[in-house]
Protein backbone atom coordinates (compact mmCIF):
# COMPACT_ATOMS: atom_id res chain seq x y z
CA UNK A 1 0.00 0.00 0.00
CA UNK A 2 1.40 3.41 -0.99
CA UNK A 3 2.60 5.84 2.26
CA UNK A 4 -0.34 8.25 0.98
CA UNK A 5 -3.28 5.54 0.96
CA UNK A 6 -1.97 4.13 4.71
CA UNK A 7 -2.29 7.58 5.62
CA UNK A 8 -5.12 8.07 4.52
CA UNK A 9 -6.85 4.82 6.35
CA UNK A 10 -5.50 5.81 9.31
CA UNK A 11 -6.40 9.16 9.16
CA UNK A 12 -9.83 7.67 8.85
CA UNK A 13 -9.96 5.24 11.65
CA UNK A 14 -8.76 8.24 13.92
CA UNK A 15 -11.22 10.36 12.59
CA UNK A 16 -13.76 7.92 13.37
CA UNK A 17 -12.40 7.77 16.69
CA UNK A 18 -12.44 11.65 16.97
CA UNK A 19 -16.24 11.73 15.80
CA UNK A 20 -17.14 8.83 18.24
CA UNK A 21 -16.12 10.69 21.44
CA UNK A 22 -17.14 14.22 20.41
CA UNK A 23 -20.00 12.93 20.66
CA UNK A 24 -20.28 10.76 23.33
CA UNK A 25 -19.22 13.78 25.50
CA UNK A 26 -22.20 15.93 25.51
CA UNK A 27 -24.70 12.95 25.45
CA UNK A 28 -22.64 11.68 28.69
CA UNK A 29 -22.93 15.06 30.28
CA UNK A 30 -26.62 15.21 28.76
CA UNK A 31 -27.80 11.92 30.41
CA UNK A 32 -26.64 12.94 33.93
CA UNK A 33 -28.32 16.02 33.90
CA UNK A 34 -31.46 14.32 33.38
CA UNK A 35 -30.72 11.67 35.59
CA UNK A 36 -31.22 14.21 38.50
CA UNK A 37 -34.77 14.59 37.51
CA UNK A 38 -35.54 10.98 37.74
CA UNK A 39 -34.41 11.04 41.02
CA UNK A 40 -36.07 13.85 42.09
CA UNK A 41 -39.82 11.87 40.39
CA UNK A 42 -38.49 8.57 41.78
CA UNK A 43 -38.19 9.82 45.26
CA UNK A 44 -41.54 11.43 44.76
CA UNK A 45 -43.45 8.34 44.33
CA UNK A 46 -42.60 7.92 48.26
CA UNK A 47 -43.45 11.46 49.34
CA UNK A 48 -39.75 12.99 49.89
CA UNK A 49 -37.28 14.61 47.35
CA UNK A 50 -33.64 13.18 47.21
CA UNK A 51 -32.27 16.16 49.78
CA UNK A 52 -34.38 14.74 52.41
CA UNK A 53 -32.68 11.54 51.92
CA UNK A 54 -29.36 12.86 51.96
CA UNK A 55 -28.70 12.35 47.88
CA UNK A 56 -27.26 15.21 46.36
CA UNK A 57 -25.11 15.40 42.95
CA UNK A 58 -22.19 14.15 44.93
CA UNK A 59 -24.10 11.18 46.93
CA UNK A 60 -25.53 10.13 43.83
CA UNK A 61 -22.27 9.94 41.52
CA UNK A 62 -20.62 8.20 44.39
CA UNK A 63 -23.38 5.48 44.38
CA UNK A 64 -22.84 4.94 40.81
CA UNK A 65 -19.48 4.95 40.51
CA UNK A 66 -19.53 0.88 40.82
CA UNK A 67 -22.12 1.33 37.50
CA UNK A 68 -20.43 3.86 35.86
CA UNK A 69 -17.21 1.69 35.68
CA UNK A 70 -19.14 -1.31 34.90
CA UNK A 71 -20.29 0.18 31.76
CA UNK A 72 -17.06 1.84 31.06
CA UNK A 73 -15.74 -1.77 30.59
CA UNK A 74 -18.40 -2.99 28.10
CA UNK A 75 -18.27 0.07 26.36
CA UNK A 76 -14.50 0.43 25.72
CA UNK A 77 -14.26 -3.30 23.84
CA UNK A 78 -17.60 -2.74 22.82
CA UNK A 79 -16.92 0.45 20.76
CA UNK A 80 -13.70 -1.35 19.59
CA UNK A 81 -15.59 -4.19 18.23
CA UNK A 82 -17.94 -1.88 16.08
CA UNK A 83 -14.78 0.05 14.75
CA UNK A 84 -13.40 -3.31 13.92
CA UNK A 85 -16.19 -4.34 12.22
CA UNK A 86 -16.91 -0.92 10.23
CA UNK A 87 -13.02 -1.36 9.13
CA UNK A 88 -13.83 -5.37 7.94
CA UNK A 89 -16.73 -4.37 6.25
CA UNK A 90 -14.92 -1.51 4.59
CA UNK A 91 -12.39 -4.06 3.46
CA UNK A 92 -14.98 -6.70 2.01
CA UNK A 93 -16.89 -4.38 0.25
CA UNK A 94 -13.78 -3.16 -1.60
CA UNK A 95 -14.00 0.93 0.09
CA UNK A 96 -17.48 1.07 -0.89
CA UNK A 97 -18.76 1.35 2.47
CA UNK A 98 -16.46 4.28 3.53
CA UNK A 99 -17.13 5.79 -0.34
CA UNK A 100 -21.04 5.57 0.76
CA UNK A 101 -20.64 7.40 4.36
CA UNK A 102 -18.52 9.98 3.15
CA UNK A 103 -20.97 10.37 0.14
CA UNK A 104 -24.25 10.98 2.54
CA UNK A 105 -21.62 12.99 4.69
CA UNK A 106 -20.93 15.50 1.72
CA UNK A 107 -24.45 15.66 1.01
CA UNK A 108 -25.50 18.14 3.14
CA UNK A 109 -29.72 17.56 3.15
CA UNK A 110 -29.29 14.35 3.76
CA UNK A 111 -26.86 14.52 6.63
CA UNK A 112 -29.37 17.30 7.98
CA UNK A 113 -32.44 15.37 7.04
CA UNK A 114 -31.18 11.98 8.75
CA UNK A 115 -29.46 14.39 12.17
CA UNK A 116 -33.29 15.99 12.53
CA UNK A 117 -35.25 12.64 12.49
CA UNK A 118 -32.87 11.34 14.94
CA UNK A 119 -33.49 14.37 17.04
CA UNK A 120 -37.11 14.47 16.58
CA UNK A 121 -37.11 11.11 17.61
CA UNK A 122 -35.08 11.84 20.91
CA UNK A 123 -38.35 13.98 22.14
CA UNK A 124 -39.91 10.33 22.33
CA UNK A 125 -39.46 9.97 26.12
CA UNK A 126 -40.53 13.35 27.53
CA UNK A 127 -43.65 13.26 25.73
CA UNK A 128 -44.12 9.24 26.76
CA UNK A 129 -44.27 11.27 30.16
CA UNK A 130 -47.35 13.10 29.63
CA UNK A 131 -49.52 9.38 28.08
CA UNK A 132 -48.62 6.92 26.42
CA UNK A 133 -47.72 6.67 22.44
CA UNK A 134 -48.16 3.97 20.40
CA UNK A 135 -45.47 3.38 16.90
CA UNK A 136 -47.52 5.72 14.56
CA UNK A 137 -47.65 8.31 16.54
CA UNK A 138 -44.03 7.94 17.41
CA UNK A 139 -42.84 7.84 14.07
CA UNK A 140 -44.88 10.83 13.27
CA UNK A 141 -43.32 13.10 16.45
CA UNK A 142 -40.20 12.00 15.34
CA UNK A 143 -40.61 13.15 11.23
CA UNK A 144 -42.33 16.18 12.05
CA UNK A 145 -40.93 17.73 14.77
CA UNK A 146 -37.54 17.06 13.31
CA UNK A 147 -38.34 18.15 9.78
CA UNK A 148 -39.79 21.59 11.35
CA UNK A 149 -37.43 22.20 13.92
CA UNK A 150 -33.85 20.83 12.81
CA UNK A 151 -33.94 20.28 8.87
CA UNK A 152 -33.11 23.38 8.09
CA UNK A 153 -30.57 24.71 11.05
CA UNK A 154 -28.32 21.64 10.37
CA UNK A 155 -28.70 22.13 6.57
CA UNK A 156 -26.76 25.82 7.05
CA UNK A 157 -24.82 24.58 9.68
CA UNK A 158 -23.30 21.96 7.51
CA UNK A 159 -21.78 24.63 5.65
CA UNK A 160 -18.72 25.20 7.72
CA UNK A 161 -16.29 22.82 10.12
CA UNK A 162 -17.21 24.67 12.89
CA UNK A 163 -21.50 24.19 12.31
CA UNK A 164 -20.94 20.29 11.68
CA UNK A 165 -19.13 20.40 14.86
CA UNK A 166 -22.09 22.55 16.63
CA UNK A 167 -24.82 19.74 14.69
CA UNK A 168 -22.58 16.67 16.56
CA UNK A 169 -23.32 18.74 20.13
CA UNK A 170 -26.58 18.88 19.52
CA UNK A 171 -27.59 15.97 18.54
CA UNK A 172 -25.33 14.35 20.95
CA UNK A 173 -26.74 16.12 23.52
CA UNK A 174 -30.36 15.77 23.14
CA UNK A 175 -29.84 12.02 22.33
CA UNK A 176 -28.29 11.96 25.78
CA UNK A 177 -31.80 13.98 26.91
CA UNK A 178 -33.71 11.42 25.22
CA UNK A 179 -31.75 8.91 26.71
CA UNK A 180 -32.33 10.55 30.31
CA UNK A 181 -36.13 10.66 29.69
CA UNK A 182 -36.45 6.87 28.92
CA UNK A 183 -34.62 6.56 32.09
CA UNK A 184 -36.87 8.46 34.35
CA UNK A 185 -39.77 6.78 33.12
CA UNK A 186 -38.03 3.13 33.75
CA UNK A 187 -37.31 5.14 37.94
CA UNK A 188 -40.75 6.00 38.30
CA UNK A 189 -41.95 2.45 36.98
CA UNK A 190 -39.32 0.95 39.33
CA UNK A 191 -40.42 3.17 41.97
CA UNK A 192 -43.86 2.37 41.60
CA UNK A 193 -42.88 -1.41 41.49
CA UNK A 194 -41.40 -0.57 45.62
CA UNK A 195 -44.30 1.00 46.79
CA UNK A 196 -46.40 -1.99 45.66
CA UNK A 197 -44.19 -4.72 45.74
CA UNK A 198 -41.42 -3.78 48.42
CA UNK A 199 -39.14 -5.02 45.58
CA UNK A 200 -36.56 -3.20 43.89
CA UNK A 201 -35.23 -3.64 40.20
CA UNK A 202 -31.93 -3.63 38.82
CA UNK A 203 -32.43 -0.47 37.08
CA UNK A 204 -33.12 1.17 40.44
CA UNK A 205 -29.61 -0.14 42.11
CA UNK A 206 -27.44 1.02 38.89
CA UNK A 207 -28.50 4.79 39.65
CA UNK A 208 -27.96 4.07 43.67
CA UNK A 209 -31.77 3.23 45.35
CA UNK A 210 -30.93 1.70 48.02
CA UNK A 211 -32.78 -1.54 48.53
CA UNK A 212 -31.89 -1.89 52.21
CA UNK A 213 -34.59 -3.04 55.18
CA UNK A 214 -34.06 -2.68 59.27
CA UNK A 215 -35.87 -3.27 62.26
CA UNK A 216 -36.46 -0.37 63.92
CA UNK A 217 -36.50 -0.10 68.03
CA UNK A 218 -36.25 2.90 70.46
CA UNK A 219 -32.81 3.84 71.28
CA UNK A 220 -33.81 4.36 75.05
CA UNK A 221 -35.65 0.85 75.58
CA UNK A 222 -33.96 -1.02 72.34
CA UNK A 223 -37.49 -2.08 71.71
CA UNK A 224 -38.98 -2.67 68.71
CA UNK A 225 -41.13 -0.45 67.04
CA UNK A 226 -43.41 -0.90 64.65
CA UNK A 227 -44.62 -4.56 65.75
CA UNK A 228 -41.30 -5.40 65.11
CA UNK A 229 -41.57 -5.34 61.22
CA UNK A 230 -39.29 -4.68 58.54
CA UNK A 231 -39.18 -0.84 57.43
CA UNK A 232 -37.32 0.24 54.06
CA UNK A 233 -34.44 2.63 54.36
CA UNK A 234 -35.24 5.62 51.91
CA UNK A 235 -32.03 7.43 53.72
CA UNK A 236 -31.05 10.12 55.94
CA UNK A 237 -30.71 13.39 56.37
CA UNK A 238 -30.30 16.39 59.06
CA UNK A 239 -30.74 14.03 61.93
CA UNK A 240 -33.80 12.14 60.58
CA UNK A 241 -34.22 8.86 59.02
CA UNK A 242 -37.22 8.14 56.05
CA UNK A 243 -38.53 4.86 56.39
CA UNK A 244 -40.83 3.49 54.20
CA UNK A 245 -43.39 1.28 55.98
CA UNK A 246 -44.37 -1.21 53.28
CA UNK A 247 -47.03 -2.71 55.07
CA UNK A 248 -49.00 0.59 55.89
CA UNK A 249 -47.78 1.74 52.91
CA UNK A 250 -46.67 4.84 53.95
CA UNK A 251 -43.22 7.18 54.28
CA UNK A 252 -41.70 7.88 58.13
CA UNK A 253 -39.85 9.85 59.87
CA UNK A 254 -38.01 9.07 62.88
CA UNK A 255 -35.47 11.57 64.79
CA UNK A 256 -31.54 9.94 64.70
CA UNK A 257 -31.17 10.15 68.08
CA UNK A 258 -34.32 8.41 69.62
CA UNK A 259 -33.42 5.61 66.98
CA UNK A 260 -31.56 2.23 66.44
CA UNK A 261 -31.43 0.28 63.67
CA UNK A 262 -31.43 -3.80 64.36
CA UNK A 263 -31.03 -6.59 61.62
CA UNK A 264 -30.22 -4.62 58.73
CA UNK A 265 -30.56 -6.77 55.30
CA UNK A 266 -30.11 -5.73 51.83
CA UNK A 267 -32.64 -6.89 48.89
CA UNK A 268 -34.68 -9.55 50.98
CA UNK A 269 -36.50 -12.13 49.24
CA UNK A 270 -39.93 -11.43 49.13
CA UNK A 271 -42.48 -15.12 48.87
CA UNK A 272 -44.12 -15.12 45.55
CA UNK A 273 -46.69 -12.77 45.06
CA UNK A 274 -45.46 -10.30 48.13
CA UNK A 275 -47.49 -7.08 47.66
CA UNK A 276 -47.38 -3.78 50.25
CA UNK A 277 -50.46 -2.75 52.17
CA UNK A 278 -51.38 -5.18 53.81
CA UNK A 279 -52.04 -3.63 57.75
CA UNK A 280 -53.40 -0.59 55.18
CA UNK A 281 -56.64 -3.03 53.76
CA UNK A 282 -57.42 -4.63 57.10
CA UNK A 283 -57.76 -0.73 58.86
CA UNK A 284 -59.91 -0.20 55.88
CA UNK A 285 -62.15 -3.28 56.36
CA UNK A 286 -61.75 -2.62 60.08
Not at 76 to 88: A, E, N, R, S, Y
Not at 98 to 120: D, E, F, S, Y
Amino acid sequence: MAPDAQEESGGSVMSLLERIGSVFVPIGVALYAVLYIGIEQMYAIFGVNPQQVGVDQSVLLGRMMSTLVLLLLIALPLLGIIVGLGWLLNKITGGATGRLVQAIRHRPWIAATLAALWCGATYWGLFDLFGDLDLFVMVAVAVGLGVLAFLVPFRLLRRKPVGRAGTKVIVGGLTGIGLGFVLVLGLINGALDVQATGQANELLGAVGFQDQWAIVKDAESDKPLYDGRYMMMLGESDGTYILYDCDKMETIRRPMETTNLGEIQMDPEREEGFTCGGLAEQEQTQ
